[in-house]
Each structure stands twice: as C-alpha cells, then as structure tokens.
C-alpha cells in the first residue's frame, strides 16, 4: 500500500506500520495552537443515530489516532459542513503524530479498544469506547467537547 501512497495533504504524511492499525498521520510542519491543520471536505457525520455519531473520513486524516493527552481536536460543530476543521489544540512540531481525543466526538463507539497512547496512568481514561463511559470531566478537560457530546452528557447528569 505504502509504495503507491500519495499523501492526500502537503503538511501531512502516512507512516505506515505493519500490524493492525499501527499507522499514523505525521505533521510535516510545525502548528501553532488554534491553527487549521485542515478543512474536512471529505469527512461526514455518519447518518447512524445521534448518539453514535461517527466521522467518516476518506482522507489521510482518517490514520489520525486518539490520544488521552491530544494535540487536535476535530470540529465539526458547525451547521455548516464546509467549516468542519482539524485544528491544533498545542503546539505541534514537524515530525509529531496528529492525535485527538475521540469521546470528544464519540458517544458510544461501535469499535472500542484498549488505550495505547502511552501517557501517565492517571490521564489515560483506558479503553475508548466513548463519551458515554465517561465523566464530564474526564472529556471536557482534555480542551475540546462536541456541542452534541456536551449535550448528551448534560442531559444524563439530570436523568441521576
Ligand atoms: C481511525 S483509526 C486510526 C488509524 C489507525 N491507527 C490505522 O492504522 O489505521 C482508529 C483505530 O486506530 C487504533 N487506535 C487509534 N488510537 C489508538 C490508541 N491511542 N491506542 C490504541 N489503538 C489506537 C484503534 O484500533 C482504532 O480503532
């Protein structure tokens, strides 16, 4: 795959490693924090349910892996989709894996996995599965909350 690769953005770049998915989306330029690594114009909601809303992706930003400490955050907040963006939540230099947190969009995830993101114990929330597995705080804190995910979480704190 990787010898016909031709990467779908300039700043951007696919390193591919064997094993299942092992790759990531590499920054080939520094960021600065609340700069635009991209515009999603291939990205969509999926049309599942509310509570399952995904991002579909058919670009490289789709090798962009979670992290419990990001340096992204994927917005598509906006009701109109041509604003939906990837932007830098820290300074990200040439070089870095792109990396968000995904219960910042997700709230209930159809693939959950185990946490590799390899950072201290007590920020990495474990398994993602979703906003719905989790504190308010435990996804607001990491610096960006979906508008529909903030919601959903509003709501169940008055259902207790
Ligand atoms: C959208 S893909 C990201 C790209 C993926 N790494 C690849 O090689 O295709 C999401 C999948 O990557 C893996 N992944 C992403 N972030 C991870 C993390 N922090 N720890 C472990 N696996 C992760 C999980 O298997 C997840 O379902």
Redesign the pocket.
């Known amino acids: 795959m990787a010898s016909t690769y031709t990467p779908s953005h300039t700043d951007f770049v696919v390193e591919f490693?064997s094993g299942?998915?092992?790759?990531?989306l590499i920054t080939r330029r520094d960021f600065a924090p609340g700069e635009i690594l991209a515009f999603l114009t291939e990205g969509r909601r999926s049309a599942r349910t509310y509570q399952t809303d995904n991002i579909d992706l058919n670009s490289d930003f789709?090798?962009?892996?979670?992290?419990c400490v990001p340096n992204a955050v994927f917005d598509l907040s906006s009701t109109d989709p041509a604003k939906w963006n990837v932007r830098a939540l820290t300074n990200i230099p040439a070089g870095t894996p792109v990396v968000w947190f995904y219960p910042s969009t997700e709230w209930e995830m159809i693939?959950p996995?185990?946490?590799?993101?390899g950072t201290e114990q007590k920020k990495c929330v474990g398994r993602?599965q979703g906003a719905k597995a989790l504190t308010y705080a435990e996804v607001a804190g990491r610096g960006w909350i979906s508008p529909w995910i903030e919601e959903l979480m509003m709501e169940r704190e008055k259902r207790r």
């Open positions: 490693k299942d998915f092992a790759s990531s789709a090798y962009s892996n979670h992290s693939q996995f185990e946490c590799q993101c993602i």
